[in-house]
Structure formats: structure tokens, C-alpha cells
């Protein structure tokens, strides 16, 4: 059951950092992601899209505007490329065999 969950949280994630990491930012993709968040949220709408993007968007869209700011577009690419790579055989290799050990099927 926490499989599935995680798996698809982790894919949306890869999914939006491969995307960043092609279009960078500011971008239309970077807009895009931007506007799920929503600062001092008055609705309980805009509370569900906040819960979205921080589940979904945050790790992968926080990351890129970070390195993109310090660094400059080849080197983000570059930082932000391997960053990706290591953060998947990370997740792979460290984090799914210790979720299989606190939850076993």
C-alpha cells in the first residue's frame, strides 16, 4: 500500500526535476509549478493545492530555484543534473530497501 504512494510521489518529483532541468528558470514550467503554491492561503482550496505542491512540486521546484540563483546556467545544469542522479540511486538503493525493512508486504 505504501508502495504505490511513495513511487508515485517520487516519480512526479523526477518527473518535474528532469523538466526543470531542461527548460530551467525562470521558465514557463517554472511559472506553471509556481502558481500551485499559494502564500497566506484564505480558501480551503487553495490549502489543497498547497498540501499538492509541497507532496508533489516542493523538493524538485525549491531545489532548482536555489542552485539557479547561486550558479549560472551551465554550471546549474551541470550541479543540478548530477544532484538528480544521485538523489535516484539514493532513493533506489537507500531509501526503498529501508522502507521495506519498517514496512514489509
Do not use: C
Not at 6 to 34: D, H, K, R
Amino acid at each position: 500500500m505504501i508502495f504505490p504512494l511513495i513511487g508515485a510521489v517520487a516519480g512526479v518529483q523526477f518527473m518535474n526535476a528532469g523538466v526543470l532541468w531542461i527548460f530551467g528558470y525562470p521558465s514557463i514550467y517554472g511559472t506553471y509549478l509556481e502558481g500551485f503554491y499559494t502564500k497566506n492561503p484564505k480558501r480551503w482550496p487553495d490549502h489543497i493545492f498547497n498540501i499538492i505542491f509541497w507532496i508533489f512540486i516542493s523538493l524538485a521546484y525549491f531545489s532548482y530555484r536555489k542552485v539557479s540563483r547561486k550558479y549560472g546556467f551551465i554550471k546549474t545544469k551541470l550541479i543540478y543534473g548530477l544532484g538528480v542522479v544521485f538523489s535516484f540511486f539514493f532513493f533506489i538503493l537507500v531509501i526503498l530497501p529501508i522502507l521495506d525493512w519498517v514496512f514489509p508486504e
